[in-house]
């Protein structure tokens, strides 16, 4: 059924569906056919949970360009197109961020593609941004963007898999014709020969006289934090390829009918990727009592989550308006009081939390003690557990939704 949209909602259904058509073009045309390779952010993610890398390879979405906006309800376009903001921003910032990179005058490369076969299976790594220096002193760094709502006290594992993978595989194959950068002369080249074509640099023969790291750069709508660096590592890289094995077997036994997706092995516990997996609705973590959404206990429950969503808006605008209010505070130069109204406000500093770092305890301890094991036992007969507590977990189901066709 086709709704009666306000011309708001009709703004939003087209935009909606331009978002969605676009990420399509945009994986197609940048990564490929993603059904035929495995890519780092699959391992990432297999190695957080099989069931869910397993689900995308097989390219089981819940929505997609061919999804029939016209029948859904406004709320339902309005959670796509709010999804689809987020998975997309990254993207609008990328290519800011490449501007700004290449103003420096730095030796910069967008979109390096290595490709290898391991074990019969074909995996490519997709590199946001590869900057190098030749000369006495060659370096290699990789930048990999994430857009953030929030800059994270530290990295998801399935980005610092992927962080691993991308290191790892640049210095394995370093002198093997595994490189390309799309629209330019180099297609199936050693690194260093990518990198003389492209800026006329001399680098080393072998990677172990170069420099190299990975970094991420966490972005928010008002920060960056850099992470890193993540240096090769021979045992990491050979897990990630053992993932991507076990991904494409995986698959490949689910698509010839060997196995259920339901089968395969998934992510215990609270888990932040279930909000955002495609197949969380029937997801064995979530066998559950299904209740009406009609019945008093069903309403209740979709209202808490509503209330939920609506807190985490309203702390979003908080957050905005306190930061305003600070900077306008500190530029007009007030020290005291300022009312107005009700109510009075002032800007003052208050002494940082102190934490004790228990790395550096334990450090102490074992200088004081001299050994590690007595210094343990003393750190754990110092340690208090808190009382258990009840937790509400509220998630959203990413029901699969209608296709045009
Ligand atoms: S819902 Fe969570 S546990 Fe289930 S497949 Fe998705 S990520 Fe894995």
């Known amino acids: 059924m086709q709704h009666n949209d306000t011309k708001e909602q009709r703004l939003l259904r087209l935009l909606t569906q331009g978002l969605l058509a676009h990420a399509e073009q945009k994986t197609a045309s940048e990564l490929g056919d993603r059904s035929q390779y495995i890519g780092m952010s699959d391992i990432g993610k297999g190695m957080e949970c099989m069931r869910s890398a397993v689900a995308g390879k097989l390219g089981m979405s819940a929505v997609s360009a061919a999804t029939d906006l016209g029948t859904l309800p406004p709320d339902d376009v309005a959670s796509i197109l709010g999804r689809q903001v987020i998975l997309q921003r990254g993207h609008w910032q990328e290519h800011g961020i490449e501007k700004a990179l ?200 979709e209202e808490l989550a509503m209330l939920k969503e609506r807190k985490a808006d309203l702390e979003g605008c908080i957050a905005d308006a306190e930061e305003r209010i600070r900077q306008t505070y500190s530029l007009i130069g007030v020290q005291d009081w300022i009312s107005t109204g009700d109510h009075r406000f002032r800007v003052t500093t208050v002494a940082g939390r102190k934490t004790l770092d228990r790395a550096l305890v334990m450090d102490k301890l074992i200088s004081l003690i001299g050994d590690d094991l007595r210094a343990q036992a003393v750190l754990e007969q110092c340690e208090k557990t808190g009382k258990a507590h009840d937790r509400l977990y509220v998630g959203r189901i990413n029901k699969p939704l209608k296709s045009a066709a």
Request: charged content about 25%.
């Open 102 to 301: 290449v103003a420096t005058g730095v030796k910069l490369v967008p979109q390096l593609e290595i490709s290898i076969e391991h074990n019969g299976v074909p995996i490519k790594a997709h590199l946001d941004f590869i900057l190098v220096w030749g000369g006495k002193r060659p370096a290699v760094r990789i930048l990999e963007l994430k857009s953030n709502e929030r800059i994270p006290d530290s990295l998801y594992a399935s980005y610092e898999a992927q962080l691993y993978g991308q290191v790892g595989l640049i210095k394995s194959c370093w002198a093997d014709p595994c490189f390309s950068i799309p629209e330019t002369d180099v297609s199936e080249a050693t690194f260093p020969e990518a990198m003389r074509i492209m800026f006329d640099v001399e680098l080393p023969e072998s990677p172990n006289a170069v420099d190299i790291e990975a970094w991420v750069l966490s972005i928010s709508m008002s920060k960056v934090k850099p992470f890193g660096p993540y240096l090769p590592d021979e045992d990491i890289l050979e897990a990630c390829l053992q993932t991507a094995v076990a991904i494409w077997r995986t698959a490949e036994d689910v698509r010839t009918g060997n196995l259920e997706l339901n089968d395969i092995d998934y992510c215990r516990g609270f888990h932040p990727l279930c909000d955002w997996c495609d197949v969380n609705s029937d997801c064995p973590k979530f066998q559950a009592v299904s209740i009406s959404s009609d019945s008093v206990c069903g309403l209740e429950l």
